[in-house]
């Protein structure tokens, strides 16, 4: 079990251009589960690579317990990874494969034998234990790579895509199962996903990356709640969150095809004349008629484009004026295409951005909340 | 609509008959001196002499006998060629191995030039060496030595090992040296566990071939052995004496020269399946 530390880290692969990873700054707790997430190339593999000692930072330290860890080859760190490609060992049985690294350590037979039997039937492989990895399916490899970390206790689990080709079921049983795991041996993780489901469930904090760049760093909730920015906002959740441009004339913010009352706290922020983001999340807008309101904030007014129906909510996708805009409403609501429909979203649901895409209300869970708050400062 | 039942596959066509008999001329053409030589050592030498080509005729042992007792004692120089052959393989496997290991998995900005340099020395004709090798050899002693034999027969081929091995290590994909690295596997375990298993077959056709080579190889063996630590090669050259030919015995010879390592090539052909790393990434 460890604190894993990475202070200014960076890399840098060639001589010239931008780091694959920047700047990453984090401090995990002993037993914390962080989730990595961000668009493909982001650097999440670079930093988990980091992080097991396969890839030396060009800048910056990590910490296993306060103890620096360049220098420290990847086999003395402690650590186990789920390779996104699954780096199995294709000459050895996936039995073998999965009790490599504990004969190595020497450990008694019998142990081995157990452990790796409870691994397997947690991933439900035991039928498979004699077979080579050339003979298994893509979900079948990607569990023995699974297995293979999760025999072992080690300080550190890394986690690159674990789950990323087993069938929606499957990864769902796998999910819980890593969550229990994890429950039951308080190993520090790092995971990384594309998954938003797995991202929003497991993580204890988020990590979301792009471009090399941590965006933000949060809870679960925090994310949700108060992006950082409008990348940390569009990228969690989905459907995406919409955004819309406005500008302020007086007490209005004025926008092509909506309008909306400005919220006291936005007044020193946003001067006169100047334009901004408003975003709402596609579950944060209803109908007229929905009269779940306790403050009416923005109204929107559009043509029906598409309806994706999901089952439980059915996904509307409106064209306003110059916007396209999203929503997500309950059940499977009787609407046509072409049809025009107004949508409502409650005013505390609202999230502001500035031009530099960075959120004007700052940590703050619900804007009405950072509203009376700056109501007390002035 | 009843025709277009029929398999397509199994119509013969006029293009894939002659095909098949050109294939089948080919296969004759390059087997028949083969062939010839093994029937050769079968026949007396007035046999093997006769103008009129003869194929039907009573097999003898004769040559084969006189091959392997007569004089030159075929056993001494199928020692030297086993010895060296089988020992330059061992020694290079040894001392290629980890060189290949260092280029394909902690490659400098050199290592590419490196592996061109090596394989160019090959280009060098052996004849513009010779002058330089005997002398050194002379002067250390090592003429007409079998070590001396093994050393040169080492060397010649360590270019060609180090390049396949190389290629075949190459082959391995990264990740799995990661994951046994993580797995706790020093070098020495990662090589012995991970990386030899998986390259088996690439060492084996590597180490087949040189064998081959160092077996095959007369140049050197002709020019710096005598008696003591002559091959194989030495010893079918000794037959063109003076007095002229002797067919029936040189094929004899022949045939017992090549037999050996046409029998290794035969039962070693299992090991060289590829594609054994197949399963390892996605
Ligand atoms: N060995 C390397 N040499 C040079 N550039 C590299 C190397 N490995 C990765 N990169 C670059 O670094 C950046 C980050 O790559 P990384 O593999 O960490 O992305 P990722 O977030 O894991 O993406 P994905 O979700 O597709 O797996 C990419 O732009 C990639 O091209
Ligand atoms: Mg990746």
Redesign the interface.
């Known amino acids: 079990m460890a604190i894993v530390e990475l202070n200014n880290v960076s890399k840098h692969y060639g001589d010239k251009g931008p780091g694959a990873v920047e700047d990453f700054n984090l401090r995990t707790r002993d037993g914390e589960f962080i989730v990595l997430v961000g668009p493909s190339g982001c650097g999440k593999t670079t930093t988990m690579r980091m992080i ?1 000692g ?1 890839e030396q930072n060009t800048g910056g330290d990590i910490l296993f317990n306060e103890q620096e860890m360049s220098g420290v ?3 003395h760190r402690d ?3 789920v ?1 996104q ?7 050895m049985s996936v039995h073998d494969n999965m009790a ?2 504990l004969k ?2 020497k450990i008694d037979k019998t142990e081995i034998k157990q452990r790796v039997e409870a691994a397997a039937k947690i991933l439900g492989i035991e039928h498979l234990l004699d077979r ?5 399916s ?1 979900g079948q ?1 990607q569990r023995v790579a699974l297995g ?1 970390a999760i025999v072992r206790e080690p300080q550190v689990f890394l986690m690159d895509e674990p789950l990323s ?1 087993l069938d929606a079921r499957l990864r769902v049983e796998m999910r819980a199962e890593i969550v229990k795991l994890h429950r039951r041996l308080k190993v520090t993780t790092f995971y990384v996903t594309h998954d938003q489901v797995e991202a929003m469930t497991m993580g204890e904090r988020i990590v979301v990356m792009n471009a090399g760049h941590i965006q933000q760093v949060g809870t679960p909730d925090e994310l949700y709640d108060s992006p950082d920015n409008m990348f940390v906002a569009g990228f969690i959740g989905t459907p995406s969150m919409n955004f819309i441009k406005m500008r302020r004339h007086g007490e209005q913010l004025q926008g092509t095809d909506a309008s909306l009352a400005l919220e006291p706290w936005l007044k020193d922020k946003v001067p006169e004349g100047e334009e901004l983001w408003v975003g709402i999340r596609p579950e944060h807008l209803r109908t007229v008629d929905d009269s779940r309101h306790t403050r009416e904030g923005i109204r929107l007014r559009g043509k029906i484009e598409v309806i994706e129906p999901l089952g439980a909510v059915s996904l509307i996708q409106l064209k306003t004026g110059e916007h396209r805009i999203t929503t997500q409403l309950e059940g499977r609501p009787r609407l046509a295409l072409d049809q025009e429909l107004e949508l409502v979203s409650d005013m505390s649901r609202l999230h502001y951005f500035g031009l530099d895409e960075r959120n004007l209300t700052v940590n703050a869970p619900a804007a009405e909340e950072a509203a009376s708050l700056q109501g007390h400062q002035e | 609509m009843s025709q277009s039942t029929k398999p397509s596959a199994s119509r013969i066509t006029l293009g894939g008959t002659l095909l098949t008999l050109l294939a089948y001329l080919v296969a004759i053409v390059m087997f028949f001196p083969l062939l010839w030589m093994i029937l050769t050592a079968f026949k007396t030498e007035q046999q093997a002499m006769s103008i009129v080509p003869q194929f039907i005729f009573t097999p003898t042992w004769q040559s084969f006998h006189d091959a392997i007792f007569q004089g030159s004692a075929y056993t001494h120089y199928a020692w030297n060629s086993l010895i060296t052959a089988v020992g330059s393989t061992f020694l290079g496997l040894l001392l290629t191995i980890p060189a290949a290991y260092a280029m394909a998995f902690y490659p400098s900005k050199r290592t590419d030039f490196t592996l061109v340099w090596m394989v160019s020395t090959k280009f060098i004709p052996a004849v513009g060496v010779l002058i330089p090798i005997f002398l050194v050899f002379r002067s250390s002693g090592l003429l007409d030595t079998r070590f001396g034999l093994l050393m040169l027969y080492t060397s010649m081929n360590m270019p060609i090992m180090i390049w396949m091995i190389y290629s075949y290590f190459k082959e391995v994909p990264k990740e799995i040296i990661e994951a046994a690295d993580i797995d706790g596997a020093g070098t020495l375990q990662t090589m012995l566990r991970v990386i030899l298993p998986l390259a088996l077959p690439g060492l084996t056709s590597t180490a087949l071939l040189v064998t081959i080579l160092a077996w095959n190889e007369s140049f050197w063996s002709i020019m710096i052995t005598n008696h003591n630590a002559a091959t194989l090669a030495t010893y079918i050259a000794s037959f063109r004496s003076a007095e002229g030919l002797y067919w029936a015995k040189l094929s004899a010879g022949s045939v017992l020269a090549s037999a050996p390592i046409i029998v290794l090539g035969w039962c070693a052909q299992r090991q060289m399946v590829r594609g054994l790393t197949f399963g390892a990434v996605k």
């Open positions: 097991a396969l080859p990847a086999k650590i186990a990874m390779f490609s699954y780096a199995l060992y294709p000459h490599f690294s190595l350590k080579k990895p050339r003979a298994l893509g490899r293979r080709n």
